[in-house]
């Protein structure tokens, strides 16, 4: 199962708050950062949702071990920077 660290860390990867995130995935904002909290207990149904949802996302999260390092995560596949432009980057000098 992966940790609240790795949810974290995967949000940042792509560059998500916590609130666009949990619409994304179709989540409460209260879920989500539950999830991303350190606690005792957890909402199993809410770490799988997430994991399978980042997973479609193209994240890779990997174990504690794995290529010798502690757990962490990665992007599946490079971004390419010729992929297009970002939306924040947007407007009409380079609409067309």
């Known amino acids: 199962m992966i940790?609240?660290?790795?949810i974290r860390a995967a949000r940042a990867l792509?560059?998500?708050t916590d609130?666009?995130?949990a619409a994304?995935?179709?989540l409460d904002i209260a879920a989500l950062q539950a999830a991303e909290t350190d606690a005792a207990e957890r909402d199993f149904q809410v770490i799988e949702?997430?994991?399978a949802w980042f997973e479609k996302e193209g994240v890779a999260f990997i174990?504690?071990?794995e290529s010798g390092?502690?757990?962490?995560?990665r992007l599946k596949h490079s971004i390419d920077p010729c992929d297009g432009i970002r939306p924040e980057?947007?407007?009409s000098a380079n609409d067309g």
């Open 24 to 26: 994304l995935a179709g």
């Open 89 to 91: 980057d947007l407007n």
């Open 19 to 21: 609130d666009h995130l």
């Open 3 to 6: 940790s609240a660290r790795q």
């Open 63 to 65: 174990e504690d071990g």
């Open 14 to 16: 792509l560059g998500f």
């Open 49 to 51: 949702a997430l994991e």
């Open 69 to 73: 390092g502690g757990p962490g995560v």
